[in-house]
């Protein structure tokens, strides 16, 4: 059989697109903002859209790195990279990170125990024969992550399809109204998008970013992974630091990029980094309601 044949990469990119890759910054004013970001196309690397995860110049070099972390104790911020790949499917995600030389570990987590397997399988020379393992395939539920401690991912999380699949299979969200959009959680109760945005901000370390694709508007998915309800922007504010949004120009793709916040005593800061750029994406103040 075809070792690519069990192989499916939504989106049909994979990580050689964003090795490099240049976008918009659709979350920032017109003129550019205080970092200089927006005024047309830009150029960035996956380094830079994960923010300063390391990169080496081999493999080898990388597994040289993470032995020398782990020797270190592996405790400190600057010895964990592990990166979590949210809903991994069957995709080559994680193992293209590591050839490229990213540090790692590489988490990849998927519900589905029949893509993991497939996972194992495609991998099993690699996670038997090597000295040093920087993968581990995980099955679990990603609007949980039981599996995983909180803040013990310190490189980032990256979810190349499972957020667009469940904001499609979540039907219609009504129109932004007020304060708060109208529709902007399903009914009966149920919001898998806010569960899986909940279990990523709970594992990731303060101050790493929660990267995830999908062909949806910003007016339609913020809503749905922010939980913009009776609190408004500003509520955003106390869990991420900041959100971006990037249209990918030679991709058709929407980047998404939400960061950690350090501390959660930001959430009453109507001025907070977070708040201000989603204003500008959704057309409206970061203003709390008032009662």
């Known amino acids: 059989m075809d070792p690519d044949d069990d192989v499916h990469e939504w989106g049909g990119f994979d990580l050689e697109g964003l090795l490099k890759f240049r976008h918009e910054?659709?979350?920032?004013?017109?003129?550019?903002?205080?970092?200089?970001?927006?005024?047309?196309?830009?150029?960035?690397?996956?380094?830079?859209?994960?923010?300063?995860?390391?990169?080496?110049?081999?493999?080898?070099?990388?597994?040289?790195?993470?032995?020398?972390?782990?020797?270190?104790?592996?405790?400190?911020?600057?010895?964990?990279?592990?990166?979590?790949?949210?809903?991994?499917?069957?995709?080559?995600?994680?193992?293209?990170?590591?050839?490229?030389?990213?540090?790692?570990?590489?988490?990849?987590?998927?519900?589905?125990?029949?893509?993991?397997?497939?996972?194992?399988?495609?991998?099993?020379?690699?996670?038997?024969?090597?000295?040093?393992?920087r993968m581990e395939l995980i099955t679990d539920d990603c609007r949980q992550l039981s599996s995983l401690e909180p803040e013990s991912v310190g490189g980032g999380a990256i979810d190349k399809g499972l957020i667009d699949v469940l904001h499609l299979d979540g039907g219609r969200i009504g129109d932004w109204s007020g304060d708060a959009p109208a529709g902007g959680q399903p009914s009966g109760g149920e919001d898998p998008i806010g569960e899986v945005v909940d279990s990523v901000h709970r594992v990731l370390r303060p101050g790493r970013p929660f990267v995830f694709f999908s062909r949806s508007g910003p007016e339609y998915i913020l809503r749905r992974t922010l939980r913009l309800g009776d609190g408004g922007l500003s509520e955003v504010g106390g869990k991420w630091s900041d959100v971006d949004v990037f249209k990918l120009v030679d991709l058709d793709m929407i980047l998404y990029r939400f960061v950690k916040a350090a501390t959660e005593t930001a959430a009453d800061d109507e001025d907070s980094r977070a708040t201000i750029r989603m204003g500008r994406v959704l057309g409206r103040k970061g203003k709390r309601k008032r009662k």
């Open 25 to 133: 910054d659709l979350s920032s004013s017109s003129g550019g903002n205080e970092n200089g970001r927006g005024g047309g196309v830009r150029e960035s690397t996956f380094g830079e859209l994960m923010m300063g995860i390391s990169r080496h110049g081999t493999p080898e070099d990388a597994v040289a790195r993470y032995e020398e972390m782990r020797a270190d104790g592996g405790d400190g911020d600057s010895a964990n990279e592990s990166i979590l790949v949210v809903g991994s499917g069957t995709s080559r995600l994680g193992e293209q990170i590591l050839s490229n030389s990213y540090v790692g570990p590489v988490l990849q987590v998927d519900i589905s125990s029949l893509s993991i397997k497939l996972l194992r399988d495609r991998y099993k020379r690699y996670l038997e024969g090597s000295r040093v393992r």
